[in-house]
């Protein structure tokens, strides 16, 4: 879950591989996405936005603020995992025992290579009786409303897929290009409830969020809005990067 909204803070609250990398292209359309001089000028009413969201998946740019609270989640979801090998090496060691990740790698899954913070930062580890730290300056003692370092990279890109039968699926493109699902664990669905307006509910029924678009055949360089049912917003005005064809997507490790 700490992953989802980010997609939560996106992820969190709908918060991906298909790897389609090219925007969908049809007699009609332009090369963004979206309708062509042409075709308005046929007298041809453009689609409704029900008809031209359904079989597509919408690419889009996770805000900085996103990937700042993932990074944090992320690095801490290592160091708690650092922090319990710790504990099981010092049982029978005194407090002012030191420990280096070399003496940790025995206790972990696939050994302490695999534990890098998501902005770069290197863990310290001093004494058995000392939590690790992070030399980005990500920390354990985190609450809520703390101010977070900086994130490094650049912001994530983000999908939302609306399949043909009413489901919808999440999730983000690593770092080799390939969609990852990372949708929630119940079913979520969608609804054209406005011109430009999405609703998104769990089982066809509780709401969790709107989105809201700029245009109602929404293409490359336009906008979204995530709004959550308190008015909140996750996205606010997103810049879309592309619109490529729904693709079935591998499901996520568990």
């Not at 740019?61 to 708690?80: E, F, H, I, S, T």
């Not at 609306?162 to 080799?176: H, V, Y």
Request: charged share 30%; hydrophobic share 30%; net charge positive.
């Amino acid at each position: 879950m700490k992953n989802l909204l980010i997609l939560l803070p996106v992820i969190g609250l709908l918060l991906g591989c298909g790897g389609d990398k090219g925007t969908e292209k049809s007699a009609g359309d332009d090369k963004n996405g979206g309708s062509s001089a042409g075709a308005q000028g046929s007298g041809e009413k453009p689609p409704d936005l029900k008809s031209y969201l359904t079989g597509k998946r919408i690419v889009f740019v996770q805000p900085a603020k996103g990937l700042v609270r993932r990074q944090n989640y992320g690095c801490l979801a290592n160091m708690r995992t650092l922090q319990a090998a710790i504990i099981q090496w010092g049982i029978t060691k005194a407090d002012d025992a030191k420990v280096t990740l070399d003496d940790l790698a025995p206790y972990l899954k696939d050994g302490t290579k695999s534990l890098k913070c998501p902005a770069g930062g290197k863990y310290i580890l001093t004494t058995v009786g000392e939590d690790p730290k992070c030399s980005h300056g990500h920390s354990l003692d985190y609450e809520r409303g703390d101010k977070l370092p900086p994130a490094k990279g650049p912001p994530p890109r983000a999908f939302w897929q609306f399949n043909k039968d009413g489901t919808l699926q999440m999730g983000m493109f690593d770092e080799n290009g390939d969609a990852k699902d990372n949708s929630l664990p119940v079913k979520v669905t969608y609804k054209m409830t406005g011109p430009m307006e999405v609703t998104l509910e769990v089982d066809g029924k509780k709401e969790i969020s709107k989105l809201i678009f700029t245009k109602p055949n929404p293409a490359k360089g336009d906008a979204l809005t995530l709004r959550r049912p308190d008015g909140r917003e996750e996205l606010s005005k997103a810049p879309i990067l592309e619109i490529t064809p729904a693709s079935p997507l591998k499901e996520k490790k568990k």
